[in-house]
């Protein structure tokens, strides 16, 4: 069974960074699509970021672009979050997935990483 953990949340003050971090253990799929999601108290969950990790192509939503940037270290099947100039409305539960074919379909997840952003 797939288990991806994320790792790197935490507290910072805006304008801080943090680096979160996606493990994939058991994950044998070397060109997938990763994605990071995001989801805030009493909104909706937003795609954050995403990654192939076959040819290296990322995507971002408006609101994180220029800021954050993914990353992949294929060897440690690990997918990277990388978070500048944090802002306040970036506090969220912070959570990484996979879609083994690239379909649109996120068929694994994980547990969730908590990123709180202080004014």
């Known amino acids: 069974q797939v288990q991806l953990v994320e790792s790197g949340g935490g507290s910072v003050q805006a304008g801080g960074s943090l680096r979160l971090s996606c493990a994939g253990s058991?994950?044998?799929?070397?060109?997938?699509?990763r994605g990071w999601f995001r989801q805030a108290p009493g909104k909706e969950r937003e795609a954050v970021a995403t990654i192939h990790t076959g040819g290296g192509s990322t995507g971002y939503s408006d609101s994180v672009k220029g800021r954050f940037t993914v990353s992949q270290d294929n060897a440690k099947k690990t997918v990277y979050l990388q978070m500048n100039s944090l802002k306040p409305e970036d506090t969220a539960m912070y959570y990484c997935?996979?879609?083994?074919?690239?379909?649109?379909?996120?068929?694994?997840w994980g547990q969730g990483t908590q990123v709180s952003v202080s004014s």
């Open positions: 058991r994950y044998t799929y070397t060109s997938s699509c």
């Open positions: 997935a996979a879609d083994p074919r690239c379909a649109g379909s996120w068929d694994y």
